[in-house]
C-alpha cells in the first residue's frame, strides 16, 4: 500500500469513522493491562485484550456481570468490592494490590486502578478500570527478600558460632584450667580443706557460666516457666527497664504450643516491643495473645509515631522480615499496619499444631 503523505494537498481523504474508535481500538488492542469500563452498578460494560489475556474471560461471557466475580470470596466477604467503588466515587481515584481470581480459579497479585467517570453534570455514569498483572514482581521480590535473609541468617550463625567460641574458650575454658589446679593440689595430699572449699566455689562458678551461656542461646524462662508465663517475664522486664507502658491481655490455653510455636511467639514479642523501644516514642503498648479452637492470635501495637512501611524496607533491617519468616514457617499469616503519627500495629495468625479441633 502507498504511503500518503499528509500534507499531500491531493491525498484522497481518509475513509471517515466515528471519532471515538481510533482510541477504542487502540484501548481494545492493549496486551499488557486489563483495561475496562464498569457501570454505576459495578457491572463489566467493556473488555479489552489484555483483560482477556490476564482474567482468562471473553467479553461475551463477561460484560453484564458484576466484578466481584474477579475477587476472592474472603474479599467478598469483607466487601471490598463494593468499598473499592464507593471510595472511588468518593475520592475520584483509588489504587490498590491484592489478589485477584481469574476464570480458572488461580490467584495473580494484581495492582488496580479504579477512576470514577461522571457525565457533565456530575452524575457517576460508571468507573474505568485499569488492572495489571504483577505476580512475577511479587516473586522476584519473594525471591530477593529469601536471598537476603538467609544471607542474614548465616552470617548471624556466623556470629553467634563465633561468639560462643569465645565465650567456652575465654570463660569456661579459663575455669576449668583453674579447677584442674586446684585438683592436682589435692591429690598431692598437701591440700587442706580451704583449697577443697576453692575447689567447690569453682565449680559452682563453672556452672553459673554454663548456664549463662547456654541461656544466650534459648530464653530458659521459656522451658522454666512455659510461653505465658515466660511473656509476663518479657514484659515486666520491659516495663522496668525502659519505663514502658505495657497492657498484656492473654486469653486461652498454651496447652495447643508445641516448641517451635511459642519459642516464636516469645521471639516475636521479643523483637516487637525492642522496635517499640528503637523506633516508636509510644506512650502506650498493647499486647494480647488468645489461643482459641485452632489458632492462636497475636496483636501488638502501640500509639508510637509509626512509620511508611509502604516503602521500600530500609537496608539491613530484618527484624520485621523475619517476624514474617516465622510465622510462615508455621503456616500462619502476619500484617503490619502503620503510617506515619499513627502508631504500629503487628497481628499474627497462627495455626495450633495437631488435628483441627472442633469449632464450638
Ligand atoms: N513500633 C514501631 N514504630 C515505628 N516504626 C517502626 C516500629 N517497628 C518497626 N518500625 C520501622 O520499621 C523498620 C524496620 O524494622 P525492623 O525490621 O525491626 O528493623 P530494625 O529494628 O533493625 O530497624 C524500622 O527501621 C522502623 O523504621
Ligand atoms: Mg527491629
Redesign the pocket.
Known amino acids: 500500500m502507498t504511503a500518503t503523505r499528509p500534507d499531500d494537498p491531493h491525498a484522497p481523504l481518509p475513509p471517515s469513522l466515528p471519532t471515538d474508535t481510533p482510541f477504542r481500538l487502540l484501548v481494545e488492542a492493549v496486551e499488557d493491562y486489563a483495561i475496562f469500563l464498569l457501570d454505576a452498578y459495578g457491572r463489566v460494560a467493556t473488555w479489552n485484550n489484555g483483560a482477556r489475556r490476564i482474567k482468562g474471560y471473553d467479553a461475551s461471557e463477561i460484560v453484564g456481570r458484576h466484578f466481584s466475580v474477579f475477587y476472592p470470596p474472603d474479599a467478598i466477604a469483607a466487601r471490598k468490592p463494593q468499598q473499592e467503588l464507593e471510595m472511588a466515587a468518593r475520592a475520584g481515584r483509588v489504587e490498590d494490590e491484592g489478589w485477584r481470581i481469574r476464570k480458572d480459579g488461580s490467584r495473580f497479585w494484581a495492582n488496580v486502578v479504579v477512576t470514577a467517570l461522571h457525565d457533565p453534570q456530575g452524575t457517576l455514569i460508571g468507573f474505568a478500570k485499569i488492572t495489571r498483572d504483577m505476580t512475577d514482581r511479587l516473586r522476584l521480590a519473594e525471591l530477593q527478600h529469601a536471598r537476603e535473609l538467609s544471607a542474614h541468617v548465616q552470617s548471624a550463625l556466623e556470629n553467634e558460632r563465633a561468639s560462643i567460641s569465645r565465650e567456652l574458650h575465654d570463660d569456661l575454658g579459663q575455669q576449668l584450667a583453674a579447677l584442674k589446679m586446684q585438683v592436682s593440689i589435692l591429690r598431692t595430699g598437701a591440700a587442706d580443706a580451704h583449697v577443697v572449699q576453692q575447689a567447690l566455689a569453682q565449680i559452682d562458678t563453672i556452672i553459673g557460666s554454663v548456664r549463662r551461656i547456654s541461656a544466650g542461646l534459648r530464653p530458659p524462662v521459656l522451658d522454666d516457666l512455659g510461653l505465658f508465663a515466660a511473656i509476663d517475664w518479657l514484659v515486666c522486664d520491659f516495663r522496668r527497664r525502659f519505663d514502658l507502658a505495657i497492657r498484656l491481655d492473654i486469653d486461652g490455653d498454651e496447652d495447643g504450643l508445641d516448641t517451635a510455636a511459642s519459642t516464636s511467639i516469645f521471639r516475636l514479642v521479643q523483637?516487637?516491643l525492642?522496635?517499640?523501644v528503637?523506633?516508636?516514642h509510644?506512650s502506650e503498648v498493647r499486647i494480647s495473645i488468645v489461643c482459641a479452637r485452632s489458632r492462636c492470635i497475636l496483636t501488638i501495637e502501640?500509639d508510637?509515631?509509626?512509620?511508611d512501611?509502604t516503602r521500600a524496607?530500609?537496608d539491613?533491617?530484618?527484624?520485621?522480615?523475619g517476624m514474617g519468616e516465622r510465622v510462615r514457617q508455621l503456616g500462619g499469616a502476619i500484617e503490619f499496619r502503620?503510617a506515619p503519627g499513627e502508631g504500629?500495629s503487628i497481628r499474627a495468625d497462627i495455626p495450633l499444631p495437631g488435628p483441627a479441633r472442633d469449632e464450638p
Open positions: 523483637e516487637a525492642t522496635n517499640v528503637r523506633h516508636a509510644a502501640d508510637g509515631r509509626g512509620a512501611i524496607r530500609p539491613g533491617t530484618f527484624g520485621l522480615l502503620s504500629f
